[in-house]
């Protein structure tokens, strides 16, 4: 996964003389991936152009598709190219080959054009995108979106954006000036950008293929680019089945690892009886739950396997746990605080959740025994980096290597797009998870996830990506059976175990 920079660097390795090339190798790449799902067939296609290289793109796929044999092809012009670039020899070539380009300038005649059910490529603008500003071709572009959108549901149409869609910036997934093309499907060239994956992405990008990965020495050109600046990471649940943990066949409950977990004030001990449930299914040997409600009877009804304890014996249990969670349902009073800094003095693996990271913020700074993982969702992370959440949706990466650095943790700052950083500067992104998992619980789940894992040995990192992915692919395998709409955290359980068990739901 590249930024927009890295993939700048990468096109420059492949420009030859010309960019013409490679434009036609990009365009070929998307076409053919276009022609194998048969998306375009028997049916009306409309390419929207702008005027950079990604419209160039789109002059290639519609000559592509003119050379092919497909009749009802047509162009619309949004913007004019400008003079000199390679996307002037794409018009070229379209043109030679006998296609059709209507100017965009008269939009109730572009409006009338397009037939129900009809393709439209979105070509208009790729990782060129400034801002919107007032400019006649900015107003275009815009006017350009809004009307793709519109037709999109009035007529059923399929939406295919070349690179990115178009207005999304690729480098934060954020619609730039608030909106941009609504796509089915996005043909990404060479390789996901970031913007393909965080911020709103999901709202626009549909299902994304990187295309176009057959040039020589591709595999090493991207690893030098992403390191060339912030390594990102694109994980998938395979690429973290190796990492699960194993079980000894002659383990036993001590050595199958041992958490404790600390929260659960009065009002809000279900949140720890969440995390311990999760922490149970993840598979640690012994759970120990400490509730500073004192509501310990809530977790013998829910499930008798986790054991409680009492604040009076926090220091002794903390001595002997193999790692911590602490925060879910904490409160924020004078005891929960107290408790909050002698649990952080702990040497085991420690995962901070919710009231924890209000009162690891109220600390200022604080050096840790052990690499943390700090867990905050979007408010939590601006309450730590004293922003608000817009400016954290902007730029969850940033702010997620922010945290991690600040505090020498692991963030994971969860959202529809959670951001994995690690304390050296790396940055691990996931394309899991649903919209069903936007109820109350879920962050408690992922927390005693990743309290299980790091209690039985994984690496605090490892922990945390595995954890999201385990987190996610449950809610997915979930809302396969039931659907998003009524989703509540406990229903994730039997997935969990599956999951961490290697037993990956059929999709
Ligand atoms: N450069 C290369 O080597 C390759 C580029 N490719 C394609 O080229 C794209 C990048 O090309 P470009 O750098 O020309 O950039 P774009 O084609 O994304 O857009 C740049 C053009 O759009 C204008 N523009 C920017 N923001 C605007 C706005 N808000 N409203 C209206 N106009 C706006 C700019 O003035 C410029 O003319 C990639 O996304 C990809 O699709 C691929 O063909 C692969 C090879």
């Given at each position: 996964m590249l930024d927009c920079a890295q993939i700048r660097a990468v096109e420059n390795i492949y420009h030859t003389d010309s960019g013409y090339a490679l434009m036609q190798y990009a365009a070929d790449s998307i076409y053919q991936k276009i022609r194998e799902l048969r998306l375009a067939n028997d049916r009306q296609v409309v390419v929207f152009v702008g005027s950079g290289n990604n419209g160039g793109d789109g002059y290639?796929?519609?000559?592509?598709?003119?050379?092919?044999?497909?009749?009802?092809?047509?162009?619309?012009?949004?913007?004019?190219?400008?003079?000199?670039?390679?996307?002037?020899?794409?018009?070229?070539?379209?043109?030679?080959?006998?296609?059709?380009?209507?100017?965009?300038?008269?939009?109730?005649l572009v409006d009338g054009m397009i037939r129900d059910n009809a393709v439209i490529v979105d070509s208009m603008l790729g990782i060129g995108i400034t801002a919107v500003g007032s400019s006649q071709n900015s107003q275009k572009i815009s006017n350009a979106v809004r009307l793709i959108n519109r037709l999109k549901s009035e007529r059923k149409l399929?939406?295919?954006?070349v690179d990115i869609p178009s207005l999304l910036n690729a480098d934060n997934g954020m619609p730039v000036g608030g909106e941009a093309v609504k796509a089915d499907y996005t043909y990404t060239v060479f390789t996901f950008k970031t913007g393909t994956i965080t911020g709103r992405a999901r709202d626009f990008c549909g299902k994304v293929f990187a295309v176009g990965?057959?040039?020589?020495?591709?595999?090493?050109?991207?690893?030098?680019?992403r390191r060339s600046g912030t390594e990102k990471?694109?994980?998938?649940?395979d690429d973290i089945r190796p990492w699960l943990p194993l079980r000894s066949k002659c383990a036993h409950k001590g050595n199958s690892g041992r958490v404790l977990l600390v929260g659960g004030s009065s009002g809000m001990t279900g949140a720890l009886i969440l995390s311990s449930l999760a922490a149970l299914r993840t598979g640690a040997g012994l759970i120990t739950a400490l509730a500073l409600s004192g509501e310990h009877q809530a977790f013998n009804s829910v499930n008798p396997c986790i054991m409680t304890a009492g604040t009076d014996s926090l220091d002794e249990k903390i001595k002997t746990t193999g790692a911590l969670l602490v925060g879910p349902g904490m409160g924020r009073n004078?005891?929960?605080?107290?408790?909050?800094?002698?649990?952080?003095?702990?040497?085991?693996?420690?995962?901070i959740d919710a009231d924890g990271l209000y009162h690891l913020h109220n600390l200022g700074?604080?050096?840790f025994n052990t690499v943390p993982v700090l867990t905050p969702h979007v408010g939590e992370a601006?309450?730590?980096?004293?922003?608000?959440?817009?400016?954290i949706e902007s730029d969850s990466v940033g702010f997620a290597l922010m945290i991690a650095e600040k505090y020498k943790a692991v963030c994971v700052l969860k959202s529809a797009a959670t951001v994995i950083a690690s304390p050296d500067g790396k940055v691990y992104l996931t394309d899991t998870g649903c919209s069903g998992m936007a109820s109350g619980g879920m962050g408690d789940l992922l927390s005693g996830i990743i309290t299980s894992l790091l209690g039985q040995g994984l690496e605090p990192v490892i922990a945390a990506v595995?954890?999201?992915?385990?987190?996610?692919?449950?809610?997915r395998a979930e809302a396969q059976e039931g659907g998003n709409i009524g989703m509540c955290a406990t229903d994730l359980l039997p997935h969990i175990r599956l999951l961490v068990n290697g037993i990956a739901p059929k999709k």
């Open positions: 290639e796929i519609a000559a592509a598709m003119l050379k092919d044999g497909f009749s009802d092809v047509s162009v619309i012009r949004v913007v004019p190219q400008k003079a000199g670039i390679d996307a002037v020899h794409a018009r070229d070539n379209y043109l030679g080959c006998g296609g059709h380009e209507t100017d965009f300038d008269n939009q109730e399929l939406v295919l954006s990965n057959t040039l020589p020495d591709f595999e090493s050109n991207i690893v030098a680019a990471h694109l994980v998938a649940y004078q005891n929960a605080e107290n408790v909050f800094k002698k649990c952080i003095m702990s040497s085991s693996s420690m995962v700074s604080c050096e601006a309450l730590l980096c004293d922003t608000d959440a817009s400016a595995a954890g999201v992915l385990i987190h996610g692919e449950a809610g």
